[in-house]
């Protein structure tokens, strides 16, 4: 069955369009999904869609951009109000009412400036100065998502979450540590192309080795963990493949025209990187000998009667 999955705001790099080919990696027992590098937390979205998860815990390292999630789930009323009177008010002169409120967010960091700027900023790309000041520009061919739009979608997202959901703001690092054996890890880290390099897009530089030191922790530790990662545009592989002694299972997901080609600017297909960590591929193993058993099970029985 297809159920409708709601989206909160435009975000460049969300899994939205692939997180059908993520799921069905998902053990059936998850306790805790936890997303360390959420942004639009498209697979925590999915996930709960189809309920393969007892709670969530959502962090991002962009603290403006937590904030925001705080709003979308405890008064994601007052948030689309917010956002309504803004998206009106600029009908006079859209591009000067952007650069006042990119303006006023970079004062104050308030949740519904951010949600505007989201939904009008170029491709839904966050970019931030060295300085960490807000400076993307606006796609000034298009007003924003509509306000009833906005209003669906955070409302629906809401209701999904807000009862099961816990929200930090820190380093990916700090928040893996948390992990039990029962709850399930989805990494989803900046391409390699973009702040692997120092340019700032999403706010800090996260170096390979660091991410590969912190995976090495999580296999000691048989955390379950997922990582959406580089992959192939064209005939182009982008950024390194994780290394093998970390014996992950790596699969591809044919992601389509996604947005990792719109980010490096091509056209041509994108298969991105999917990979499974060994205490994930035990743990999905024995769910399906599992299965196998009680299905076995259950036609003995049958016979019997
Ligand atoms: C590719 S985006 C994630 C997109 C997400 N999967 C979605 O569906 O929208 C990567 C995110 O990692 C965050 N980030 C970058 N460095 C981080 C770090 N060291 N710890 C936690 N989050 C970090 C960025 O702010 C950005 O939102």
Redesign the pocket.
């Known amino acids: 069955m297809t159920l409708s999955i709601p989206h909160p705001f435009p975000?460049q790099?969300?899994?939205?369009n692939i997180a059908k080919y993520i799921l069905p990696h998902f053990p059936s027992d998850v306790d805790c999904l936890i997303?360390?590098?959420?942004?639009?937390?498209?697979?925590s979205i999915a996930a709960c869609t189809y309920e393969l998860s007892q709670s969530v815990l959502l962090?991002?390292?962009?603290k403006p951009?937590m904030d925001l999630w705080f709003e979308i789930l405890k008064q994601p009323e007052q948030l689309v109000e917010r956002y309504e009177a803004l998206w009106l008010e600029q009908q006079l002169d859209k591009k000067a009412y952007f650069f006042k409120i990119r303006e006023e967010f970079n004062q104050s960091h308030q949740p519904h400036h951010l949600l505007y700027l989201l939904a009008r900023i170029v491709k839904g790309a966050?970019r931030y100065s060295a300085e960490g000041t807000f400076n993307q520009s606006a796609d000034n061919r298009r007003s924003g998502m509509q306000p009833a739009t906005m209003k669906k979608n955070i409302i629906s997202v809401s209701r999904l979450l807000a009862h099961k959901t816990s929200i930090q703001s820190?380093?990916?690092r700090e928040i893996i540590n948390k992990a039990g054996k029962r709850d399930l890890v989805y990494m989803?880290?900046?391409?390699q192309g973009t702040?692997f390099t120092r340019d700032h897009r999403?706010?800090?530089g996260?170096t390979y080795e660091a991410f590969v030191e912190a995976l090495s922790v999580m296999n000691d530790k048989g955390i379950s963990y997922l990582i959406?990662y580089d992959g192939i545009t064209g005939n182009k592989t982008h950024g390194k493949l994780l290394p093998e002694f970390l014996c992950l299972k790596h699969l591809y997901i044919h992601a389509g025209r996604s947005s990792q080609a719109t980010l490096l600017g091509g056209n041509d297909e994108t298969i991105e990187s999917l990979y499974l960590s060994p205490a994930l591929v035990e743990r999905l193993v024995a769910e399906k000998s599992n299965e196998i058993y009680t299905a076995t099970r259950k036609q003995q029985e049958l016979a019997l009667i």
């Open positions: 975000y790099g969300s899994k939205r997303e360390p590098f959420c942004g639009a937390a498209a697979i962090n991002d390292l962009n951009l966050v820190a380093d990916f989803d880290p900046p391409y702040s999403y706010m800090n996260l959406s």
